[in-house]
C-alpha cells in the first residue's frame, strides 16, 4: 500500500508503476548532490524495492518518497534517510506521518459527519421506543434515588448490591441450635454463629445500575450531544489535539450504540414485576412490602411513547 500525501488530500494506490510514472521520478539519485524539501508519501510492500540512493540500492519494504529541491523524486527507506539526511530527514518524517494521521481524522470525522443523522436516529429510537432507554430511566431511579416509592431499606440493600457487584438478594435470621453446632463445629464462636444469612432470591439485572452502565449518560451525554457537537464542527479548522480526541470519541460510537443496545436489554430484564417484586422478601414490614407490590406492578403497565 502506497500513501501519498498531496496538498488537500490523501491518495492511496496499490501500484508501484503509478510511482515511477510520476514526473520526476528516478530510481538513482546521489545523496551528496541533493538536499530533501519533503516527504510526500510512504509505502510498505511484502515484495522488497530497491532504494532510490545511488550509494544504496539494497532492497526494502517499507520506507518513504521523498522530492528535493531540484525537483527529482525517489523513493528511500527509512535507515538510509536517517544515515544520509540526519536530523532533516527525522524532521520531515514527523510532519509527514502527524499531516497524514490529521489527514485520516479529518476523514473520518467528514464521514460520521454525513452518518450523524443516522447515528442520531437510532439514539431517538433507543430513547423513545416502548421499553426504551426514557423509560428504564425513569423506571430504575427509585431503586437508587431519594425519591418517594421504594424504602430506604431497600435502597440501601441495593446500594450495597452495585457497591459489592453481587445479585444475590439475602435476610438475617437467627439460626437453628443445629446449625449454630455445625457452625462451631468449623472453628466460628457461638456468638458469631447466632445468626446467618440466607438466601431469598437474584436480583436479575442489578448490574445495570452500575455507575459506568448509566444509560442516559452514555446516550445523551456522550453520544447525542458529541454528534450536535461534531455537527457544528469545521474539522479543517480544528487544533492537532481536538482533533485527536474527537476521533478517537468518534471510533468508539458504534462501539457504544452496541453497548447502549446490551445496556437497555438488561435493564428490561432488570425492571420486571418478577424480579422486582423479591425486593419484598427483604422486609417483614406490610407498609414497606406495599410500597414495593405498588412499584412492582407499575412496571407491567405499558409505558406512554
Not at 510498505?44 to 529541491?69: D, M, P, S, W
Request: a neutral charge; hydrophobic letters at 40%; proline letters at 2%.
Amino acid at each position: 500500500m502506497i500513501t501519498l500525501n498531496l496538498d488537500f488530500s490523501l491518495k492511496r494506490v496499490e501500484s508501484w508503476e503509478e510511482i515511477i510514472s510520476l514526473a520526476g521520478f528516478t530510481p538513482d539519485v546521489d545523496p551528496a548532490s541533493v538536499k530533501l524539501k519533503a516527504i510526500i508519501g510512504s509505502y510498505q510492500f511484502q515484495t522488497f524495492i530497491k532504494c532510490g540512493l545511488r550509494n544504496c540500492h539494497q532492497a526494502h519494504g517499507k520506507g518513504y518518497l521523498v522530492t528535493t529541491e531540484n525537483g527529482l523524486i525517489t523513493n528511500i527507506g527509512n535507515g538510509c534517510g536517517k544515515t544520509h539526511f540526519s536530523v532533516d530527514f527525522q524532521t520531515l518524517c514527523n510532519k509527514f506521518d502527524l499531516d497524514v494521521r490529521n489527514k485520516e481524522r479529518r476523514e473520518n470525522l467528514s464521514t460520521v459527519q454525513h452518518l450523524s443523522d443516522e447515528y442520531l436516529a437510532k439514539i431517538a429510537t433507543l430513547q423513545n421506543q416502548n421499553y426504551g432507554a426514557n423509560w428504564a430511566y425513569k423506571k430504575s431511579r427509585p431503586l437508587i434515588d431519594n425519591e418517594r416509592g421504594l424504602p430506604d431499606s431497600i435502597r440501601l440493600i441495593i446500594k450495597n448490591l452495585i457497591r459489592t457487584k453481587t445479585s444475590a438478594l439475602t435476610i438475617e435470621r437467627e439460626a437453628t441450635e443445629k446449625e449454630i453446632e455445625i457452625a462451631m463445629a468449623t472453628g466460628k464462636t457461638r456468638a458469631a454463629a447466632q445468626f446467618i444469612q440466607e438466601y431469598v432470591g437474584e436480583l436479575i439485572g442489578v448490574d445495570a445500575l452500575y455507575p459506568e452502565n448509566n444509560l442516559r449518560e452514555l446516550l445523551v451525554l456522550n453520544l447525542m450531544q458529541g454528534l450536535e457537537q461534531l455537527i457544528q464542527e469545521n474539522v479543517d479548522l480544528l487544533s492537532d489535539r481536538k482533533l485527536a480526541n474527537l476521533n478517537k470519541w468518534a471510533n468508539e460510537i458504534e462501539f457504544n450504540i452496541q453497548k447502549a443496545e446490551k445496556l437497555l436489554s438488561i435493564y428490561q430484564q432488570l425492571l420486571t414485576y418478577q424480579n422486582i417484586i423479591q425486593l419484598a422478601k427483604l422486609t417483614s414490614q406490610p407498609k414497606e412490602k406495599k410500597l414495593i407490590e405498588t412499584y412492582a406492578k407499575d412496571l407491567i403497565l405499558k409505558p406512554q411513547v
